[in-house]
């Protein structure tokens, strides 16, 4: 079984996703994000920070839990192909699961105000069979947990807030409107039971700078399921709520 679509596909989508944006596109820009061999975002120094610390962006890793347990894609059941196709500012990423014929598309991007990324996630069962499993966005600290780090949830915004060392991360994920979606703070260890697949009721965690968003699936065979999440930068709460807000009319409309 092929567990990449056709370039049709790819490209129908593309030109979808960058009509979304009004990002203008200049050939001597470069993104400021990249994929890594796990399908997680990572990012060069970012020059919107002022103070002299030397940050990263937090590292976003996505998994999957069956009663068989968690298998992040980083795991040997995957096979990966980061960055399998890239025009201007869209970087196309595939994982596909061998055992359960499960395709994963990741289509990044940044964002308008160009302090965070896109991604529109694809998943299709490719299988004869139902299958039912959760997918976990992790996003891990930004540095080492601190005593000044806090994520907390917004119920307003369905959002995770990290705030650590001057700046704020917002975590957001929006699919189908049937489908469940949770938000945990705090650490991925204290709240997550891998027994279980259960996370423990968090919707605030002093200290850390750490979240869990769980999306549950139960899809039909050849199902597709799309969605989006984003992950956006600021050092002012109202910068980033001003670029949540543009984030979600343009992935809404």
Do not use: C
Not at 90 to 100: C, D, K
Not at 238 to 250: F, K, W
């Amino acid at each position: 079984m092929d567990p990449i679509r056709s370039e049709q596909f790819l490209w129908t989508e593309e030109k979808r996703l960058v009509s979304q944006s009004s990002v203008p596109h200049s050939p001597f820009h470069q993104s400021t994000f990249s994929m890594d061999g796990q399908l997680k975002i990572g990012s060069n120094r970012q020059t919107m920070l002022t103070h002299k610390e030397d940050l990263l962006s937090p590292k976003t890793r996505l998994g999957i839990w069956t009663d068989k347990g968690t298998s992040w894609f980083s795991t040997s059941e995957w096979d990966l192909f980061p960055g399998y196709y890239q025009k201007n500012e869209l970087l196309v990423s595939h994982a596909y699961h061998r055992g359960m014929h499960l395709l994963i598309t990741a289509f990044d991007r940044t964002n308008q105000h160009d302090n965070g990324f896109v991604r529109t996630l694809s998943i299709k069962n490719q299988s004869e069979q139902h299958t039912s499993f959760k997918l976990l966005i992790h996003q891990q600290p930004l540095i080492p947990d601190r005593e000044d780090a806090m994520t907390f949830y917004v119920p307003e915004e369905r959002a995770l807030i990290h705030h650590q060392e001057h700046m704020s991360t917002l975590v957001a994920a929006r699919f189908e409107d049937d489908i469940q979606v949770r938000y945990e703070a705090g650490s991925y260890e204290k709240n997550w039971n891998e027994a279980t697949g259960t996370a423990l009721f968090s919707p605030l965690a002093s200290g850390s700078a750490e979240s869990l968003i769980i999306m549950n699936a139960d899809m039909k065979p050849h199902q597709e399921i799309k969605g989006n999440m984003w992950v956006l930068h600021h050092e002012s709460l109202m910068g980033l709520e001003e670029a949540h807000h543009s984030v979600q009319t343009d992935v809404l409309k």
